[in-house]
């Protein structure tokens, strides 16, 4: 089965909070997939469930996952305090070609511009099949939290534009980090070394703080 893309946001969020308390064997078995034992292998399955749900087309093209409405889904598994249990991927991030780029034309602040945020059971002693979908929480970043992200945005990618990648650590970004993101140490790519020259280093993804994603999903005002 494969749904249509929604129409509207309305739309969206209709489908989206119909999926709330459904446990994940009950989603996988509406759509005819199955429910693997553990996410070690298959680390994107949860997010592809919800997107057959909802009837997101992008895959794994860089674009929104609905692109037509402007909306980005997020998954986000939580502890059962409702902490977010690791920070959230956004997108990979450029380490080439990048001279001249401002935050307001970046990829990532395309993405970030409005988001789904589906939370799931997320806790590893919880059986996959028997883990839940939570309430969903449809955010727009405030002017604050954009200039938060604009200014961790800006300091990362000066570090990569001037040369000192390998110098990014963990430390780095008051709400938005970058790190390695590959499946293997092989898959390497370019990127700007010290003196200028192209380098081969891993490849880097953009990740949100944990601490900061669990503020949105206690926003009071949030649109749903």
Not at 66 to 87: D, M, R, V, W
Not at 158 to 172: L, Q
């Amino acid at each position: 089965m494969q749904l249509a893309p929604p129409k509207s946001e309305l739309e969206l969020l209709n489908r989206a909070e119909s999926l709330a308390g459904y446990s994940f064997a009950e989603l996988a078995e509406e759509v005819g997939i199955t429910v693997p034992n553990d996410l070690r292998r298959d680390k994107g399955w949860v997010g592809q469930l919800i997107e057959k749900h909802l009837g997101a087309e992008a895959g794994s093209r860089p674009e929104q996952d609905f692109a037509h409405l402007g909306i980005e889904l997020k998954t986000i598994p939580l502890s059962h305090s409702g902490k977010p249990l690791e920070s959230t991927f956004v997108c990979v991030a450029p380490l080439t070609g990048i001279h001249g780029l401002t935050w307001q034309q970046s990829h990532i602040r395309q993405k970030l511009s409005k988001v789904l945020w589906v939370p799931v059971e997320g806790e590893r002693e919880l059986p996959l099949a028997e883990r839940h979908v939570g309430f969903p929480r449809l955010w727009t970043p405030t002017p604050a939290q954009e200039d938060l992200l604009r200014e961790d945005w800006e300091e990362l990618m000066e570090m990569i534009a001037t040369g000192r990648i390998n110098e990014i650590s963990a430390k780095h970004g008051q709400i938005m980090q970058i790190r390695p993101k590959a499946a293997n140490s092989r898959a390497l790519t370019d990127a700007y070394g010290a003196s200028g020259k192209h380098i081969k280093t891993l490849p880097r993804g953009f990740y949100l703080r944990s601490h900061f994603t669990h503020s949105i999903l206690l926003e009071p005002n949030a649109t749903v």
